[in-house]
Structure formats: C-alpha cells, structure tokens
C-alpha cells in the first residue's frame, strides 16, 4: 500500500515511523506540518507597485479546450472580445492539465496568463490558487484562494486556504475557524469537509491543545459517513494517533478498527496489537 505522511503530524518531530494510508493525488490534500515548516516563505511586507505583466504563454491556434460547459459559458459571457474568451479557456485547459500531471512551471504559466486576462471571474482565481497550493507556494495560493473565496461568496475551498494559513505561520486562532466553515457547512462535499477537520485538527495539535483537536475529529463524524474511504481513512489514522498520544488507547484501538474496515492492512494490525495485545 502506498503511504504518505500522516496529515496533521510531523515524523521528525513527533517521532512517528507510521504512514498513513495511501491517497489519490488531488489538489484538495493538507499539506501537514512536515511540508508547511520546511516550505512556508518569509513574511514579505506588501509591495506598492503593480506586477508586471506576466509572460504570455504559447497557446496553439487549433486547440479545443476541454472545459466543463459550465465553466465555458462563464467565460465566453464575462470575457470580450471572443480571441480574448478562447485564450481564457485554452490557459485553464492546458494549465489544469500541467497541474494535475505536476508541471508547475507549465501550469502556472498558462493559469497566470489566464488571470491577467479575467481577474474578475472566480474559477480563474481558484484554478489559479490551486496550481500555486500544488506548487508549495502556499503564500501566493493564498492570496488567490482567498479572492476566490470573495468573488464566490463560497467556503468549499476553505480547507486549502485553512491549510494555506498553517503554512505560511498564522496563528492557530486564525486557522481553525476557517476549517471549521467549511466542517460545518451541511451542503459542502463530505470530502472536503473531513481535509478541513484533519487541517483544524493539526494545528490544534500542533498548538497544544489535543483535547480539542481531537472533538474536532469527533464533530466531523457526520460528514464521515458520507465521505470517499481515502477521507475517512485519514480521519482515523489522525484520530488514532491524537488518542494515544493522549494516552487514550481503548479509543486508538476504536480507530483503527474502522480504519482496518476501510484499508486492511498489515502496519495498522501490528500497531492495533500492540496497543491491545489481549484483543
């Protein structure tokens, strides 16, 4: 099974030789503390100027962009003249797909482009702001997310922006509440509402403050039972983990009960028999 970092925890720091249970490589994954402390950007006083012009990317004349119909007819109503509109739609096209692939350099080109061309239509900023969260540029994935967040009236990005603020070092008091938005938005995809929990939750922890960390898990057991089993495996593996740290075993043992229903796996047995030997 291929395992990536606990979400929420640090092996260097707390010791932990565990991994937890593989995921699907998407845009809508906490980075983790590990990656947010070696990647975070220094604090930069705002600039007074405006950018420059970002280059123009090479866009082929005879490409169809395979956009969503939705996400074309926004554009082709909000962006004038036509060339203009089409541009638009072959930079969210072809950056999205550099993006996915991990050409940064690529997407970020063409998403770039796409902004400077329509800075006022909401998927363009949050296209753009989830090619820079994948880049680990978390500060200006920020930035982007958060005008998303603005032009959308929408928290469904909530938990990358939560995430975002993790890692370029705001305090946890600014971090959790926006996780818990999107936690306790009813209508949200269950998925996203569990990485806003599991970004909460980590830097609860981090902050020292297990108990609450570990309610904020509890709370979002409801969006849990509708939640993709990746989700839901990560949701126990950190819930594990935050009880027995805590000195909790009965309840880690609870956890990877479930988490064994989800993943079997040989890792997650031994450390189940190891906290409940007799069980």
């Given at each position: 099974m291929d395992r990536r970092p606990t979400r929420g925890s640090s092996p260097?720091?707390?010791?932990?030789?565990?991994?937890?249970?593989?995921?699907?490589?998407?845009?809508?994954?906490?980075?983790?503390?590990d990656r947010a402390t070696r990647s975070a950007p220094a604090r930069r006083a705002p600039s007074r100027t405006a950018p420059p012009e970002?280059?123009?990317?090479?866009?082929?004349?005879?490409?169809?962009?395979?956009?969503?119909?939705?996400?074309?007819?926004?554009?082709?109503?909000?962006?004038?003249?036509?060339g203009r509109a089409r541009?638009?739609?072959?930079?969210?096209?072809?950056?999205?797909?550099?993006?996915?692939?991990?050409?940064?350099?690529?997407a970020l080109l063409h998403m770039r482009w796409a902004k400077h061309l329509a800075p006022r239509i909401q998927l363009v900023r949050e296209a753009l702001?989830?090619?820079?969260?994948?880049?680990?540029?978390?500060?200006?994935?920020?930035?982007?997310?958060?005008?998303?967040?603005?032009?959308?009236?929408?928290?469904?990005?909530?938990?990358?922006?939560?995430?975002?603020?993790r890692a370029v070092g705001a305090p946890v008091d600014e971090v959790v509440p926006v996780a818990v938005e999107l936690l306790d938005d009813a209508a949200a995809e269950p998925d996203r509402?569990?990485?806003?929990?599991?970004?909460?939750?980590?830097?609860?922890?981090?902050?020292?403050?297990?108990?609450?960390?570990?309610?904020?898990?509890?709370?979002?057991?409801?969006?849990?039972?509708?939640?993709?089993?990746?989700?839901?495996?990560?949701?126990?593996?950190?819930?594990?983990?935050?009880?027995?740290?805590?000195g909790d075993p009965a309840a880690a043992v609870t956890e990877l009960d479930e988490l064994l229903r989800i993943a079997p796996d040989e890792e997650v047995r031994t450390w189940r028999a190891r906290l409940s030997p007799d069980g």
């Open positions: 260097d720091e707390r010791g932990s030789r565990r991994r937890a249970p593989g995921t699907p490589s998407a845009p809508r994954e906490p980075i983790g503390r970002p280059d123009r990317p090479e866009l082929p004349a005879d490409h169809r962009p395979d956009v969503p119909p939705a996400v074309r007819r926004e554009v082709q109503r909000r962006v004038a003249p036509k541009d638009v739609l072959v930079c969210l096209d072809l950056g999205s797909a550099a993006s996915e692939s991990g050409d940064h350099t690529t702001g989830i090619a820079l969260y994948r880049a680990d540029e978390f500060r200006a994935a920020l930035t982007e997310l958060q005008a998303y967040r603005r032009l959308a009236g929408a928290s469904d990005q909530n938990h990358l922006i939560a995430d975002c603020l509402r569990i990485e806003a929990a599991l970004v909460a939750a980590g830097a609860l922890e981090d902050a020292g403050r297990r108990d609450r960390a570990r309610d904020l898990l509890l709370r979002s057991e409801t969006a849990a039972r509708s939640a993709a089993p990746e989700a839901r495996a990560r949701r126990h593996w950190l819930a594990a983990e935050l009880a027995e740290r805590a």
